[in-house]
């Protein structure tokens, strides 16, 4: 007989071997850190928080492939080949398919930048040792957490918070033929977050993770100081409470920013990456113990017939799986790369002479050709999937696909395995705006890609 009970509530959780591993990758003051055209300075003059590599990794209990996440606070790599090299160079000596690496950047704009060392530019020769220096971290750091692997159970539970807002806003000036980057009062942010929680055998939680879609812009130009922005004071908040690591993961953000950003103050980061924390905490909170559902046990009849539900043990996913497939996307006529080399070379403005730097080395990386194979990586964690690629989507990708797959916590991210341009919507290519100029994908690009997601989320979930 068909009971009439109401479905009981569970979380989407994943039961296998999991390790946990950080390490400092601090670099040192005076090493080369321009990030923002308006910057007056090159190099990097204080500390403001200490940059960390934190390290998950994954496998069944009966054994099978290993899965190694990797939260870095790092900000992008220059070209694409800068990645390239790096990466090859980690899964050869960690022995890893490439679909079984997810290298996530927290996308800090305090930091050094990922790239190929510069004679011409001042604090290069730091930047060469420290570039070094975080590779043998990553190596140490996944060699660390596979020691430190233990039986334990993952559990996702979504939350909200309210830091990011839209920064496309049209121009006060000029109306809505151009539309500049900061923050937009009548915006309509996507205010997702989705907390993992990992728990040993006794249900003590040994590390957290937060997937949230928020541009860490806080400090700009004025700043001079290396720092995580917000995540490091999120991590620091989370762990004071926990006791437990705090990894972040960076979602969908490509219109997305805190509503007061580009200043100088480190004070306004830690702010914001509280406010995220507490946000993380209570939604922490919310979770079900480990291990359990929800389910529904009876009426009692009191001033009022009440709903009576009790938690009950109930088996957990083991599923683990990871695949990587690729989008051709289209590419915009752009000059080629020497022909960018020289319109910086003849520029005298400081600002537009970085733009310039920055897309001459996009265009190293992706080549001359008309389109480009984006990698897209998905992976199955017991009932939850995590998808994404090395570009900037907007936040309507995340919004699509957990439309797409209600009956699954998708984490979506950003900036993973590498970094090259911006995803907008197809209907913003006929707007002036960073995202589509900066870009060097082709109108069209975020929708096909928004398709290849689906199918390999699909291609995750089937049994």
């Given at each position: 007989?068909?009971s009439?009970?109401?479905?009981?509530?569970?979380?989407p959780s994943?039961?296998?071997?999991?390790?946990?591993?950080?390490?400092?990758?601090?670099?040192?003051?005076?090493?080369?850190?321009?990030?923002?055209?308006?910057a007056?300075?090159?190099?990097a003059?204080?500390?403001h928080?200490?940059?960390?590599?934190?390290?998950?990794?994954?496998?069944?209990?009966?054994?099978?492939?290993?899965?190694?996440?990797?939260?870095?606070d790092l900000g992008?790599?220059?070209?694409?080949?800068t990645?390239?090299k790096?990466?090859?160079?980690?899964?050869?000596?960690?022995?890893l398919?490439?679909?079984?690496?997810?290298?996530?950047?927290?996308?800090?704009?305090?930091?050094?930048?990922?790239?190929d060392?510069?004679?011409?530019l001042?604090?290069?020769?730091?930047?060469?040792?420290?570039m070094?220096?975080?590779?043998?971290?990553?190596?140490?750091?996944?060699?660390?957490?596979?020691?430190?692997q233990?039986?334990?159970?993952?559990d996702?539970?979504?939350?909200?918070?309210s830091?990011?807002?839209?920064r496309d806003?049209?121009?006060?000036?000029?109306?809505?033929?151009?539309?500049?980057?900061?923050?937009h009062?009548?915006?309509?942010p996507d205010?997702?977050?989705?907390v993992?929680?990992?728990?040993?055998s006794?249900?003590?939680?040994?590390?957290?993770?937060t997937?949230?879609?928020?541009?860490p812009?806080?400090?700009?130009?004025?700043n001079?100081?290396i720092?995580p922005?917000?995540?490091?004071?999120?991590?620091?908040?989370?762990?004071?409470?926990?006791h437990?690591?705090?990894?972040f993961?960076?979602?969908?953000?490509?219109?997305?920013?805190?509503?007061?950003?580009?200043v100088?103050?480190?004070?306004?980061?830690?702010?914001?990456?509280r406010?995220?924390?507490?946000s993380?905490?209570?939604?922490?909170?919310?979770?079900?113990?480990?291990?359990?559902?929800?389910?529904?046990?009876?009426?009692?009849?009191?001033?009022?017939?009440?709903?009576v539900?009790?938690?009950?043990?109930?088996?957990?996913?083991?599923?683990?799986?990871a695949?990587?497939t690729?989008v051709?996307?289209?590419?915009?006529?752009?000059?080629?790369?020497?022909?960018?080399?020289?319109?910086?070379?003849?520029?005298?403005?400081?600002?537009?002479?970085?733009?310039?730097?920055?897309?001459?080395?996009?265009?190293?990386?992706?080549?001359d050709?008309?389109?480009?194979?984006?990698?897209?990586?998905a992976?199955?964690?017991g009932?939850?999937v995590?998808?994404?690629?090395?570009?900037?989507?907007?936040?309507?990708?995340?919004?699509?696909?957990?439309?797409?797959?209600?009956?699954?916590?998708v984490?979506?991210?950003?900036l993973?395995?590498?970094?090259?341009?911006?995803?907008p919507?197809?209907?913003l290519?006929d707007?002036e705006?960073?995202?589509?100029?900066?870009?060097?994908?082709?109108?069209?690009s975020?929708?096909?890609?928004?398709?290849?997601?689906?199918?390999?989320i699909?291609?995750?979930?089937?049994l």
């Amino acid at each position: 007989m068909q009971s009439n009970n109401p479905p009981d509530f569970r979380q989407p959780s994943f039961h296998g071997r999991i390790g946990i591993a950080r390490t400092d990758i601090t670099p040192p003051i005076g090493i080369y850190a321009r990030n923002w055209g308006a910057a007056k300075h090159d190099v990097a003059c204080t500390i403001h928080r200490h940059l960390t590599l934190s390290v998950l990794t994954l496998t069944a209990l009966n054994g099978g492939q290993l899965m190694v996440f990797v939260d870095a606070d790092l900000g992008w790599w220059k070209t694409p080949l800068t990645y390239k090299k790096f990466s090859a160079r980690l899964l050869e000596t960690l022995k890893l398919e490439p679909a079984n690496l997810i290298f996530a950047l927290s996308h800090t704009h305090a930091g050094p930048p990922l790239m190929d060392a510069d004679d011409s530019l001042p604090g290069s020769e730091l930047l060469r040792t420290w570039m070094e220096q975080v590779f043998e971290s990553t190596v140490f750091a996944v060699r660390q957490a596979l020691k430190n692997q233990i039986e334990a159970t993952l559990d996702w539970h979504t939350g909200r918070c309210s830091l990011a807002t839209v920064r496309d806003l049209p121009d006060p000036d000029l109306g809505k033929s151009r539309v500049i980057c900061g923050f937009h009062p009548g915006g309509e942010p996507d205010d997702t977050l989705i907390v993992g929680r990992i728990t040993d055998s006794s249900g003590r939680i040994v590390a957290t993770l937060t997937n949230y879609a928020c541009h860490p812009t806080t400090l700009a130009w004025e700043n001079t100081a290396i720092s995580p922005d917000y995540v490091g004071a999120m991590r620091e908040t989370m762990e004071q409470v926990t006791h437990a690591p705090a990894l972040f993961m960076l979602g969908a953000c490509g219109d997305l920013a805190p509503r007061y950003q580009y200043v100088g103050d480190p004070n306004i980061a830690d702010g914001h990456g509280r406010q995220l924390a507490f946000s993380a905490l209570s939604t922490l909170q919310g979770m079900e113990p480990p291990g359990t559902r929800l389910a529904f046990s009876g009426t009692v009849e009191s001033g009022a017939p009440l709903a009576v539900w009790k938690h009950e043990s109930r088996e957990l996913s083991q599923q683990l799986k990871a695949n990587q497939t690729t989008v051709d996307l289209p590419l915009k006529g752009w000059p080629s790369a020497d022909e960018l080399e020289q319109q910086r070379l003849a520029s005298t403005d400081r600002a537009l002479e970085e733009r310039l730097r920055r897309k001459r080395d996009i265009r190293l990386g992706i080549g001359d050709g008309s389109t480009f194979s984006l990698p897209i990586t998905a992976w199955r964690i017991g009932d939850a999937v995590l998808v994404g690629c090395c570009c900037e989507p907007y936040s309507v990708l995340q919004q699509e696909l957990r439309r797409r797959f209600p009956d699954h916590t998708v984490i979506c991210m950003n900036l993973i395995n590498g970094s090259i341009g911006y995803l907008p919507p197809a209907d913003l290519y006929d707007t002036e705006v960073y995202p589509v100029w900066q870009t060097p994908f082709d109108r069209g690009s975020l929708e096909l890609t928004l398709e290849t997601m689906t199918q390999a989320i699909r291609n995750a979930i089937a049994l």
